[in-house]
C-alpha cells in the first residue's frame, strides 16, 4: 500500500535531486528519507529511482508516481481541511425529518439557534410521521428523526393527525439501538366550537363528547379513536376524516364537530372559532428526537440535538 508521507518524499527527492536536499527541505536526515524511499519502493514492487554517483533521476515508474503524487496529495489536504471544518462546526451536513407539528414548533427555533451558532452548518428538512421518520433513519435516510410515542397504550401505531386518535403506545425497546434524546411531554387537548356549552369550561372528559360528532384523521388514525373512545364506553360518530390538522381546526371552528389533538398542533395553528380544553384523563406523547450511535459523535448532529433540546425547553 503506498502511504501518503512516502509520496511527499518521493516528490521532495525529484524535486531537489538528492536524499539530502529533500530531507533539508522535509526538516529530517538524509539516511531517513533513504529509507523512506526503500519503503515506497517495496510497496509498489520496481525501482522508481536510478542512482549514478551523485546523480539521481527518476524511472519511468517513477515519473508516474510523482505525477499522480500532486493530485493525490492535493486531494488529501483538501480532506484534511474540509473534514477539520466539519469538526470544527465550520461545515457540516445534517439531514433531518421530523412530523408536522414538530416542524412547525420546534425545528424553526432550534435551526435559528443552529445558524446562529454555526453558520456553516446546513440542516435539510423533510416531514415523516413515525414510524416511518425511524425507519428512513435506520436505512441511512436522515440524520436525526423527530419521533413520538405515547405514554398511555391501548394499541395501534402513532400517526400525527391521529394524534386525535388518543393514545397509541411504542413497542418495548423498538428505539434500543438509536439514541434517544428526549425533549417534551405533550398533552393532548380536546378541541370544540367556540360556541359549544363544553367551551366555557377549562377541562373535559372524554365521555363528556360521546354524543358529539367528530373529526378524525385517516383510516388508520380512525381506528385509534374508535379505541380511546370505547374505552370511556361509547362509539364515536366520525362525520369527517382528514390527517390535515389545520384542516382539523378549521371544521371544529365551523362547528362541525369535535377533534382531540396534541399541544404542539394546537400551538401551530390559530383555533379560529375553536377552543382548547384539556383532555381527562390525561394523555400524553413523549416526543424525542433519534440518531444512531455512530451519528451522534458526528458534532453537527450533536450540535443540532443540542439545539432541539433548548427549543424543547423553551416550550
Known sequence: MIEARHLRVLRAVAATGSFSAAGRELGCTQPAVSQQMKALEASVGTPLLVRSGREMRLTQAGEALV???????????????????????RAGRVRLVSFPSGSSTLVPTALAALRAAHPGTRVSL????PPRSVE?????DCDIALAFRYERATGGRDTEAGA???????????WDDLVVRPLLKDRLVALVPERHPLARGESVAIGDLAAEPWIAGCPRCRGQLVQVCESAGFTPRIDFATDDYPAVVGLVGAGLGVAVLPQLAIESVRPRGARALTLEPAVRREIVALTLPDLAQVPAVAATLEQLGWAAARQ
Open 67 to 89: 505525477r499522480h503524487a500532486v493530485g493525490i496529495l492535493s486531494g488529501l489536504t483538501a480532506a484534511e481541511e474540509e473534514v477539520a471544518a466539519i469538526a470544527g462546526l
Open 126 to 129: 423533510e416531514e415523516a410521521e
Open 136 to 140: 428512513l433513519l435506520r436505512e441511512g
Open 164 to 174: 386525535a386518535a388518543g393514545s397509541a403506545g411504542a413497542v418495548d425497546g423498538e
